[in-house]
């Protein structure tokens, strides 16, 4: 039985710690603190060039819902055709529908822009309005994998319904479990889910190098330091592995 480590990834610094630590493939996004957006073709080039990893990349145009209209779907598959000509080997998104069901159409009209890459439903899944038809949409589609914490805040808190999601799957779709997910929760969730596959960030804060600070100026989310940079540490990615390998 062969057990995944993914690790969501936004620099080409925590790509490589991501590789040092022994991880399988990362997801690449842009703008981690806010849940991931589509990263940049420059960050891509970058990351392939200086790791080996397999890059599955996100597909998300904006911050928010997963309702897009035309002109985000137009950019999306702009993007499809964009990383499958770069060589991407995934890539990983999810549309919904306004009453929270799988938008199957436009999924469908990605996968076939796709080409030969991998598709993956990410946690669009988990605001879905039906877990189990959503479960048999993705695979009458094709899709690889279902990015999902079981439709709460982190994976512990979704052990039930990730038990019971991959029961279902019965190996048809990979099953990736995220949110939350640290060596400590992996050595519980393997054996009480049955899931082979985890994603994690392995995040570090780092202090800014800048030696000038100048305080009070927020150029986003208020309460956020402009002065941390947020990391993949290779030493928590390393654990995470060292934890699967056990079983």
Same mark, same amino acid.
């Given at each position: ?39 940049? &073709? ?6 392939? &060039? ?15 819902? +997963? ?6 779907? $137009?950019?999306?598959?702009? *993007? ?28 469908? /009209? ?15 899944? *988990?605001?879905?309005?039906? @877990?189990?038809? =959503?479960?048999?949409?993705?695979? *009458? ?15 512990? /808190?979704?052990? $039930? ?9 019965? %190996? ?11 060596? $400590? =929760?992996?050595?519980?969730?393997? @054996? +009480?889910? %049955? ?9 570090? =804060?780092? $202090? ?6 100048? *305080?009070?100026?927020?150029?986003? +989310? @208020? ?23 056990? +079983?």
């Amino acid at each position: 039985m062969e057990y995944v480590l993914e690790a969501c990834v936004d620099s080409v610094e925590s790509a490589i710690a991501a590789q040092q630590g022994g991880a399988k493939r990362v997801e690449l996004c842009g703008n981690l603190i806010i849940g991931g957006t589509s990263p940049g &073709k420059a960050l891509f080039q970058a990351v392939r &060039k200086y790791t080996d990893l397999e890059i599955r990349v996100l597909l998300r145009p904006r911050f928010g819902d +997963f309702c897009y209209d035309e002109y985000e779907f $137009e950019i999306m598959k702009e *993007d499809v055709q964009m990383y499958r000509e770069l060589g991407a080997d995934g890539i990983v998104t999810g549309i919904l529908l306004p009453d929270g069901r799988l938008d199957s159409v436009r999924m469908g /009209e990605l996968i076939r822009e796709a080409g030969n890459a991998d598709v993956a439903l990410h946690r669009a899944f *988990d605001v879905c309005s039906d @877990p189990y038809e =959503t479960l048999e949409g993705a695979v *009458d589609l094709g899709i690889r994998t279902i990015l999902t914490s079981g439709q709460k805040n982190s994976a512990w /808190e979704g052990r $039930e319904l990730l038990r019971e999601l991959v029961r279902r799957s019965d %190996g048809r779709i990979e099953i990736l479990v995220g949110a939350g997910v640290s060596p $400590e =929760t992996i050595e519980k969730l393997v @054996p +009480f889910t %049955g899931a082979q596959a985890y994603h994690m960030s392995g995040k570090v =804060t780092l $202090e800014s190098r800048m030696q000038f600070r100048r *305080d009070g100026v927020s150029m986003g +989310f @208020p309460g956020f330091s402009e002065y941390e940079i947020w990391q993949t540490d290779a030493d928590n990615i390393r654990r995470a592995v060292d934890v699967l390998e056990q +079983f």
